[in-house]
C-alpha cells in the first residue's frame, strides 16, 4: 500500500493527470445524472404549477421515474427507419449529447474544480455553440421527412439569429474581467457579481441561451402543436433519448454559464470556513435557474417563427451591442488610462 | 310559427317569389315546423337560388344546409310532386331572421326521377354548396353537374355504393365479413395519397418546388382524425385541401334504424363535447312532430343542463387554444374546472360526456335533492377562475401576437361560408338563436350576447369566454327560479310514457308495453329544429313516415361547415397560424363526420 503511495509521489505529473481524470469523470458523471435527474424535477415541477401530481409512484417521491425510464429507453429497439440517410441520422443525436458535454469543460463547479482550466475557454464553448446547430440540422435533414426538415430548417435560422448576439452578450464580461478564462471571471467578481453591472447582458444572455438549447418559449424546432416532434419526430429509442438528454445537458450547462458569468460562480458566504459550501453554492444557484426555465416553459406560449426572429434580431440584438459599448465607454473613462 | 293543418298565411318571401317567377313554378308544402318549403323543378333552381341571393331585399345571403332524401319507400307524400329523390336546400337570412323570430328560413325542394339522377350545381351560386353536394353524391349518388371536383367526402376513395340510400343495408352483419389483404390495404392506401392535380395544384413555380405537408389524420393539433394537405412555400401556406370523413360513422344512417327512442345516445356523441346539447334540437323537432309540449320544469331543466355543457365545451376549447399556440399550463387548469362542472353533471344525469339524458317530452329524471347546492357551488367558483384565466392567458402578450390579426374573416366572408356560431359573432353580428328565435324558454333568461369585432383567432376566444360568464349568469337563473312541476309532458308519446295508470286498465298497458318495446309511433311529417349548440347552430332535420323509426334524419352541423371555410382563410398565413386557426375553430370531428 505506501509502495503505491510512494510511487505516485515519486510521478507527481502523472499523480495531478490521474487526479484531473478522475475529477473529469466526477463532473462528468454528475452532469449526466444532475441532466437525468431534472427530468424528473421538471415533470415534478410543472405538475406543481399545473395542479397535478407528476410522476410519484416509482421510489420516494417517484424518484425512481427516471431511472425506469432510462431502462426503458435502453432497451428499446434501435430503429432505423428505411428512408433515413443512415450515417448522418446516427451521429446527429452523437453530436448534440457530446458537444453539449463538452461545452461544460470549461465550467469550474468549485474553487480548483472543473474538467479544463482554458485561457480561452469562453471562446472555446462559443465556438462549440456554433457546431451544436449541426446536430439538429443534420438530424432534421437526415430524417428525410417533412416535418423534421421544417423543425431543421427553424432550428437553423433560429440559432444562428441568436448566436449572433449570445457571444457579444458576453463580450461585456469579458472586458469587465479582462479574461476569457472562466475561473478569472469568477475571481474577479468577488464583491460584486457581475448581475448589476452587466444586467443587459445578462438578460440578453439568458434569453440566447433558452433560444440556443430550444426550450420554451423557443422551442420551435420542436414545436408539438404545430410540427409533432420537429426534427427528432423519426427517432426513438436512445437515439431520441441522447436527444432529450441532450437538451437537458443544455439547460444544466445554460444555468451554469449564468451561475459562473454573472452570479459570482461558486462564490457564496462561508467559503472560506467550509471550502466544501462553494460546490453547494454553485448547485443552489444553479438549480435556481433550472427551475426557472421550467418556470418558464409552464407560463408561457410559444411565439411564432418570424416573430422569434424579429425579437432576436431587432431587440436583443441592439441591446446587446447598447451594452457592450456601453461598458466599453464605461471601462475606457474609469479605466488607467483615462 | 304554424302547427300542421292549420292554413297558416302565405309568408312574404314565397309570395315574392310568386311574383317574380310565377306561382305556378312552385309547389308549397305544409311541414310541421311551419319553414316555408317550396318545391322547384330542377332547371330553375340556380336561378331562384341567385335571386334569393342577389334579387331580393334582406337576401338570403347563407346557404344553411343542402341535403337530400330517398323518397322511394316513403309512404306518406301527401300533396308533394312525385320524385325518387329529393335535394333539399335550406337558406338562412339573418337580417330577415333579426326581424322577426324564424322569418330568415326558407327551405326548397327539387324532386328528382330515376336511380341515379343528376341536377345542376349550385356552387355557382353559393359556394358552401361544394361539400354539401359532395357528400350528397357520396351518400346518395346524387350527381350534381359542373360540380368543380365531385368527388367523396365523407368515405374512402374506394367505397362501393351509397349507404344513404335505402337499397343499401344499415347494419354491418348484412354484408359479408370484412376482409382486408395486402392487396386491399395496399389499393386504399394508394388511393389517399394526395395528387395535387386533382385539386388543380401545381407541383412547383419555375423557381421552386412546393412542399406539401400532410398534416394528420394523426396530429397532436388536428384535434381529431383531420387530415388537411397543405401546400407550401416554406412555411407560408399557399394552398390547402381538408380532407375529412375519417370519424364518419354513419349516424344518420343509423337514425334510419334506431326507434326513436334509442336513438337519443346517439345524438350525444355528434358533437361530443356539447352532451344533452345535442339531445335538444333532435328531440325538439320529434316534439315539434308529435306536438307535445314540454312543461317549464323540464324547459328549464333542459336549459340548465345545456349551459352546463356549453362551460364544459368552452373550456375545452379555451386550454386545447392556449396548448396549440404552445402555453403548456392552462389546459390542465381549465380540465379541472371541466371536472368541477362533470361532477355537477354526473350528480343530475348519471353520466359525465356523454348522458343521453332528455327524453321525449321532458327529461328523465327529476333533479336530485340537493342539486341546488351542487349548482350553486359551480356559479360561486366558476367565475373566480375564469378571471384568472384572464391574466394567466388572455392577456399574455405572446399569445396576442400569435392570434391578433390572424386568420380574420368579416360577417359577409361567414355568411357566405355557413359560419355560426361564436365564429359569426366575432365578426361583429350578434346573432344567437336562443335570443334571435328563443326556443325551450330561452325568452325568459336575461343574458347578453358577446360579440367582438376583429373576427380574428383572439376575438373567437373572448367571444368564448364571455359567453362562459353568460352561461353561468343563465344557470344562476335557472337555480333561483327552477319552476314546480312535472319533468315529463303528460302525452301519449311521451318516451318512456308515464306509468301511473298502466296497472289500472288493460288499454293504457297495452299502448305502454308497445312504447316500451318498440318505441313510440310518431306522426308522419317533416320538422327541423335549430339550437345554438356550443359550436354554432345544430340542427335535426327529421321526416317521419309514420313509424316507429325516423325515415331519414339529417344532422346539420355547424363544425362541416366551418372545416370547409379553412382553405378560403388561411391562404398566405404560416403554418403555426394555421393551427391557431384551426383551434380557434373549436370543431371536433365527430361533429363534422357524423
Request: aromatic share 12%.
Amino acid at each position: 500500500m505506501s509502495a503505491i503511495l510512494d510511487w505516485f509521489t515519486a510521478h507527481p505529473q502523472f499523480t495531478a493527470a490521474l487526479i484531473a481524470c478522475v475529477k473529469a469523470i466526477v463532473i462528468l458523471l454528475g452532469l449526466i445524472l444532475t441532466a437525468a435527474w431534472m427530468i424528473w424535477l421538471e415533470r415534478r415541477l410543472l405538475g406543481l404549477w399545473q395542479d397535478r401530481y407528476g410522476p410519484n409512484r416509482i421510489g420516494p417521491f417517484g424518484l425512481g421515474q427516471v431511472i425506469a425510464d432510462m431502462i426503458k429507453i435502453f432497451f428499446k429497439e434501435d430503429w432505423l427507419p428505411p428512408f433515413v440517410d443512415k450515417a448522418t441520422f446516427v451521429i446527429a443525436p452523437l453530436i448534440a449529447m457530446a458537444l453539449m458535454l463538452l461545452m461544460f469543460a470549461v465550467i469550474p463547479v468549485a474553487p480548483g474544480w472543473g474538467v479544463a482550466d482554458l485561457n480561452l475557454g469562453l471562446l472555446l464553448m462559443m465556438a462549440i455553440a456554433g457546431l451544436e446547430v449541426y446536430a439538429v440540422m443534420l438530424g432534421g435533414w437526415a430524417s428525410n421527412s417533412k416535418y423534421a426538415l421544417l423543425g431543421g430548417l427553424r432550428v437553423t435560422a433560429q440559432t444562428v439569429s441568436y448566436e449572433v448576439f449570445m457571444g457579444l452578450s458576453l463580450m461585456g464580461v469579458v472586458m469587465q474581467a479582462g479574461s476569457f478564462n472562466l475561473r478569472d471571471i469568477v475571481e474577479a467578481q468577488h464583491g460584486l457579481w457581475y448581475i448589476i453591472p452587466q444586467f443587459f447582458g445578462f438578460c440578453t444572455f439568458a434569453i440566447a441561451g433558452v433560444a440556443v438549447v430550444h426550450r420554451t418559449p423557443f422551442d420551435l424546432p420542436e414545436a408539438e402543436s404545430e410540427l409533432a416532434s420537429g426534427f427528432h419526430t423519426e427517432y426513438s429509442g436512445m437515439k431520441f433519448g441522447m436527444f432529450f438528454v441532450g437538451e437537458y445537458v443544455g439547460i444544466v450547462l445554460v444555468s451554469a454559464l449564468l451561475v459562473t458569468l454573472f452570479f459570482g460562480g461558486w462564490r457564496g458566504p462561508f467559503i472560506e470556513a467550509v471550502p466544501a459550501l462553494a460546490f453547494v453554492w454553485f448547485a443552489l444557484k444553479c438549480l435556481f435557474f433550472m427551475s426557472f426555465f421550467i418556470l418558464l416553459r409552464a407560463a408561457l406560449p410559444r411565439p411564432r417563427y418570424d416573430q422569434l426572429m424579429g425579437f432576436g434580431w431587432k431587440v436583443c440584438l441592439p441591446l446587446t451591442l447598447i451594452n457592450l459599448l456601453g461598458t466599453a465607454a464605461v471601462l475606457l473613462l474609469s479605466g488607467p488610462g483615462a | 310559427m304554424a302547427d300542421d293543418g292549420k292554413q297558416a298565411p302565405v309568408p312574404e318571401i314565397v309570395q315574392e317569389l310568386f311574383n317574380r317567377f310565377g306561382e305556378n313554378s312552385f309547389t308549397v308544402q305544409h311541414t310541421r315546423d311551419g319553414m316555408p318549403t317550396l318545391w322547384v323543378d330542377k332547371t330553375r333552381i340556380v336561378e331562384v337560388l341567385r335571386h334569393l341571393k342577389t334579387g331580393v331585399s334582406r337576401p338570403y345571403k347563407m346557404l344553411y344546409d343542402l341535403t337530400a332524401i330517398d323518397e322511394r319507400l316513403r309512404k306518406h307524400r301527401e300533396g308533394q310532386p312525385p320524385a325518387d329523390f329529393t335535394v333539399v336546400y335550406q337558406l338562412l337570412s339573418i337580417e330577415r331572421d333579426m326581424a322577426r323570430p324564424y322569418g330568415g328560413d326558407l327551405r326548397l325542394k327539387v324532386a328528382l326521377q330515376g336511380e341515379f339522377p343528376s341536377l345542376p350545381t349550385v356552387t355557382t351560386v353559393y359556394v358552401n354548396a361544394n361539400w354539401y353536394e359532395r357528400e350528397v353524391w357520396d351518400l346518395f349518388g346524387i350527381v350534381f353537374d359542373g360540380h368543380p371536383n365531385l368527388r367523396r367526402i365523407m368515405l374512402p376513395p374506394r367505397f362501393q355504393g351509397h349507404p344513404l340510400r335505402k337499397e343499401h343495408p344499415a347494419r354491418a352483419t348484412e354484408f359479408d365479413p370484412f376482409v382486408l389483404d395486402q392487396m386491399r390495404q395496399d389499393l386504399d392506401q394508394e388511393a389517399l395519397l394526395f395528387k395535387p392535380e386533382e385539386w388543380g395544384m401545381k407541383r412547383g413555380t419555375e423557381n421552386e418546388d412546393f412542399m406539401f405537408l400532410n398534416l394528420g389524420p394523426n396530429h397532436p393539433s388536428a384535434h381529431g382524425a383531420f387530415r388537411i394537405v397543405l401546400q407550401l412555400d416554406g412555411e407560408e401556406i399557399v394552398d390547402c385541401v381538408p380532407d375529412i370523413g375519417y370519424h364518419h360513422r354513419g349516424a344518420e344512417k343509423m337514425g334510419e334504424r334506431q326507434s326513436w327512442h334509442s336513438y337519443i345516445p346517439y345524438t350525444d356523441r355528434i358533437d361530443y363535447l356539447g352532451g344533452v346539447m345535442n339531445n335538444l334540437p333532435y328531440l325538439m323537432s320529434i316534439e315539434k312532430l308529435a306536438g307535445i309540449k314540454v312543461p317549464p320544469r323540464a324547459q328549464t331543466i333542459r336549459i340548465m343542463m345545456s349551459e352546463f355543457f356549453r362551460i364544459t365545451s368552452h373550456l375545452l376549447f379555451y386550454g386545447t387554444y392556449a396548448q396549440d399556440v404552445g402555453a403548456m399550463s392552462p389546459v390542465f387548469y381549465m380540465f379541472v374546472d371541466r371536472q368541477k362542472a362533470y361532477d355537477v353533471i354526473e350528480a343530475v344525469t348519471g353520466h359525465r360526456m356523454h348522458p343521453a339524458w332528455f327524453r321525449i317530452g321532458g327529461v328523465a329524471h327529476d333533479l336530485p335533492a340537493g342539486w341546488d347546492r351542487l349548482v350553486r357551488e359551480f356559479v360561486e367558483y366558476m367565475p373566480k377562475r375564469l378571471d384568472e384565466y384572464q391574466k394567466a392567458a388572455l392577456e399574455n402578450s405572446i399569445l396576442i401576437a400569435r392570434t391578433r390579426d390572424i386568420a380574420a374573416y368579416n360577417t359577409e366572408e361567414a355568411q357566405e361560408w355557413g359560419v355560426t356560431g361564436p365564429g359569426l359573432r366575432a365578426t361583429g353580428l350578434a346573432y344567437d338563436l336562443r335570443k334571435a328565435r328563443p326556443y325551450c324558454g330561452y325568452e325568459n333568461f336575461d343574458f347578453e350576447i358577446p360579440v367582438a369585432s376583429h373576427g380574428d383567432v383572439y376575438d373567437r376566444c373572448v367571444v368564448r369566454v364571455e359567453e362562459m360568464r353568460q352561461s353561468i349568469r343563465i344557470i344562476k337563473q335557472c337555480l333561483e327560479n327552477m319552476p314546480e312541476g312535472p319533468y315529463k309532458a303528460d302525452h301519449p308519446l311521451t318516451t318512456p310514457p308515464p306509468k301511473d295508470r298502466t296497472l289500472k286498465d288493460i288499454e293504457t298497458l297495452i299502448t305502454h308495453f308497445l312504447q316500451v318495446s318498440w318505441g313510440p309511433v310518431i306522426p308522419h311529417g317533416e320538422a327541423a329544429m335549430m339550437v345554438e349548440a356550443t359550436k354554432g347552430i345544430n340542427s335535426f332535420y327529421l321526416t317521419s313516415d309514420g313509424s316507429t323509426m325516423s325515415y331519414r334524419t339529417r344532422i346539420r352541423t355547424p363544425s362541416f361547415a366551418h372545416l370547409q371555410q379553412i382553405p378560403a382563410v388561411i391562404r398566405g398565413h404560416m403554418v403555426p397560424d394555421l393551427i391557431a386557426y384551426i383551434a380557434s375553430i373549436d370543431f371536433v370531428m365527430a361533429d363534422v363526420d357524423r
